[in-house]
């Protein structure tokens, strides 16, 4: 019975506590309500410190921790919870917190009576989270420097949104400058360096604003008192007006200022508006008479308005009466114009504003009366666009003056037709004369140019004829006068007259010398006749060729003239049938071309179709346009409207009628082609207006160089805007550059005052080199040099650089650079000659010779050596080996080679074979060629001897 009591007892009330510890892990369930009761009684009674972590570690909960850490009655338990939360607080724990369970968790924590900022410093040093690093730091600046916590937190936490959190907090001192200075340089990225120093920024801003306040309030009252000039009242009103709306927005603000300056400025502003109150009380009765009469000529303009409303709904009813044949009743029509009368009379407006009325009621009479012949008008107005429609234009000089004269005739009876029809005609015929007159215009612009040119020549060779004939130059002028005769048709009736007298005097003086044309044309007829009769019987490849050959031979036969009249005709006969062989060929060619006008036909029907879908795809895309599709691409659009135009006028000759009927289908599909066009123009127009706007409002800036960079930036937009179109383009970017140039010439009288600055400075250091020149000595250079140098790097420094007086210093530098090296040159020549003087006299004393006897009479020699050779000297001198003759020779050898020096004639079998060997080591070791080293290996290899100065000679040659 009493065993079975002990059964019944619970292991985790066992005595052993590693029992205890194992009931823990194995049996009490901690999501048991009754063994969780156990636990926290294990936790808190058990008196085992093991027992208590093996509760915690079951329970593994963050409150539990907590709990312990604080209640628990065994200090070793409270520590060991106490480490818990530092490791879940640190994020090192397996038990891991959510951002809300911290921020309950810092809740807790900063309402206690006693805050634990240990804990607080902590969490702080270990978590990542900025909004519960914010409410951390928040917590321990109750018992810390803020500055000093404030740069310690923001330079251990390398986190853009932590730094971003802290420096959103409200605290004083991150309105210190020093202290923003610091954190700007632990910054992690640019967008914290940029919140730094907007916040800088504004406390800049908050220390100048009254000083600028103040300014600004100055500035005001100044314009305000400028006022008393204007001369105009109205201007007056309206910028007293503005100004005092400023001023009124600037009282608010004026409590920042001292109460003094606030006095003033208040006592200023009531002595101005007094002043100019009583200064323009004088002008303001004036003003009211200018404001009744202008609202008199409001209402002349609103009674003008109206008139010349009815007017034209009047003039409109006679057009139609006239256009749709309606009857019009004349009696109303009168007594309307009747009314129109009495209006006029009763009106505001003065006599002569209504005598101008009454012209144009009378001038409505007259139409009324003469509706028949005004209809009649508009029937001729029609026959003449039709007849003038069914008129081809010139399409040669021959054709100009015919037509020309029918076309200005067709102008005058035009003329006639539209005083007739008392300027009532159809917009469509307006129109239609419109294109007429232009598509003429330019049509007979290229014919007439041409004309004007051939009216030159032609005059130019009247010039050479009569200088030509005056000379004896006869031959010359049968030519060149033919040619005169043949153009001169063609000039107009008004160029003809003015030529009259010239051509008549020629012609004259060629009758004279017609004579002496026989002489003259009898061979070369007989020579052409030669060669025309070769092309018959050897005929050229190419057809055009031969048909231009046959054209140019027989345009050189009829500038001939005439032969001796006994063989002429036959020669002319001759000719010609030699000129029909030659061009039998050709005309199967020419066949060919009548066949080319046919597909020139349908070339020309492919150009108006691809201009129809060219104009259909542009009303396409103006409808995708509403549905965010890709505008069209105007340039592309323009290089297409200017192919097609250019393969039209290229696509060859086709028939007249039908090339009339082609071009206006042509010219009507290329439309709205040139509509879109012209709308793009106008809208890039548009933009590049505003863009001198903003360029002109530049003018105004005092920051210069922000005025440029912007004009700079506008430049760019310009380029981006396209082309704004031939009429505007031009003189849209006239205003532009103007606007541009202005800035620039402001930036330019800156650089100005800025150039003055910089001569001062350029003087200053121009001074400063030449007092370096002056004390220069050829036993200084180095010292010299080195003045110069800093005086270089201290023009360098200042910004922006002269570089005159860089240049100066540069060559000067450069000239002392130059010097020394000569020095060092001449330095080296003296310790080489020096040298192998001195060994020339250990070489003599074969028996040995001390330092001191070699210096008793070479003291000079000895100290114009460098400290290094001084050392290799005492070196050979303290050799008591002999050196190996036939190596010494070989090494001999060896340098000469190196130093490409010729070496005795009685060698050279022995160098090729110490170059090869030589080459062979070169290209193993790779090593650099150093002659002093192979001196100093040649002196190495023993005591110098009397044998060795040839050698010394030999070497001396290379090293001098």
Partial sequence: MIFNLFKSKKKWQHKDSNIRIAAINEELDNNNSENKITLLSLLNDDSSELVRRAVLLKLNNFDDYYSASITNDNKVVQEFSYAQIQDILAGTHALKLTVEQKQSFLSLLITTSTINFSLLNYWLDHETDPQIITGLFQAIIKKKNISSLLLQTFSKKNNSDVQIALLSL?????????????????????????????????????????????????????????????????????KRSALEQSWQEYLPELISLSDENQQILLTKYDKITTQLSQLFAPKEEAYQQEKIAEQLRCDKQIVKNSLNKVITELSQIITTAVFEDDTLNQTDFLNQLEQLNQQIVSSVLNKQEQESFTKQIKQLEERLNQLPEIAQSVSQATHLISKMSQLALPQTLAELNERQLIYRDWLTQWQAVEQKACGI???????????ITQH????????????????????????????????????????????????????????????????????EQMTEVSDWEHYIATPRKQQLLSDITTLVTAPLDNPNEQADKVKKYRKIWNSLGHADEGIDQDLNKQFNLACEQAFAPCRLFYAEQEKL???????????????????DSITATKEEADTNVAATDFKTLDGQLNKLQQRWQQAGDVDRQRYQKLYRQFKHNLQPIRKAIKDFHDANGASKQALIDVAEQQLDLDDIYQAIDTVK??????????????????????????????????????KSTQQTEMASLATKFNQALTQIKAELVDSQLTQTKAQADQLLNEVVRNKP????????IEAFIEDITKKIALQDN???HENWRSLFCLLNKVAQNESGISLETLLENSTDDYQHLTNFWQKRLQEQLTLNAQANVKEREIKTLEIEILAQVQSPQEYVD???????????QQMLSGVEIDLSQSLINWLRIGKLTHSDITLLERLSKIYK
């Fill in 801 to 808: 650089v002269i570089k005159s007086v860089v240049a100066a």
């Fill in 170 to 238: 409200d605290l004083k001192e991150l309105n210190e400058t020093i202290l923003l200075t610091k954190l700007s340089k632990k910054s992690v990225n640019n967008d914290v360096v940029q919140l730094i120093n907007d916040k800088l920024a504004h406390l800049i801003e908050q220390q100048e604003k009254p000083k600028i306040l103040l300014k600004q309030c100055q500035l005001l009252l100044s314009k305000l008192l400028a006022l008393k000039d204007l001369p105009d009242f109205s201007q007056y009103i309206t």
């Fill in 713 to 750: 930036k506008l430049q760019q937009q310009w380029r981006d805007v396209g082309f704004a179109g031939t009429h505007q383009e031009s003189k849209l970017w006239k205003q532009f550059r103007l606007v541009n140039d202005e800035v620039f010439a402001k930036r330019d009288a800156l």
């Fill in 425 to 435: 005609l159809p917009q469509s015929i307006k129109d239609a004369y419109k294109e």
């Fill in 440 to 507: 003429w215009q330019n049509g007979l612009k290229p014919l007439q140019h041409e004309q004007k040119q051939l009216f030159s020549q032609t005059k130019k060779k009247l010039s050479d004829l009569k200088r030509l004939l005056f000379n004896g130059k006869y031959k010359v002028c049968f030519g060149l006068f033919k040619g005169v005769n043949q153009v001169i048709t063609l000039l107009s009736a008004n160029q003809q007259q003015q030529l009259k007298r010239d051509f008549d005097n020629v012609s």
């Fill in 910 to 920: 022995q160098r090729l074979a110490v170059q090869v060997n030589l080459m062979q």
């Fill in 826 to 828: 001449k330095a080296e």
């Fill in 597 to 615: 006008r046919e597909q020139y036909l349908v070339t020309r029907n492919e150009i108006i179709t691809q201009a129809k879908q060219l104009a």
